[in-house]
């Protein structure tokens, strides 16, 4: 996919970051367009602040 195929794509996920108020679905969106537009098979965010306790792993959408 060449870089002005992505770039729709690209404008809908700035779009959708801002419609759902929840953090978790909006990092879920984010991660879930960056693995997209990449061609990644898994994607993930990470925070240093973070205790390890709190930490989740969220498998790959379909």
């Given at each position: 996919?060449?870089?002005v195929d992505r770039?729709?794509?690209?404008?809908?996920?700035?779009l959708s970051i801002g419609s759902d108020l929840g953090l978790r679905a909006t990092?879920?969106?984010?991660?879930?367009?960056?693995?997209?537009?990449?061609?990644?098979?898994?994607g993930a965010l990470t925070s240093g602040s973070a205790p390890p306790s709190?930490?989740?792993w969220?498998?790959?959408r379909p």
């Open positions: 996919m060449s870089p770039l729709p794509m690209l404008l809908e996920a700035v990092l879920q969106q984010i991660v879930d367009t960056a693995t997209t537009l990449t061609g990644a098979r898994h709190s930490r989740s969220t498998p790959p």
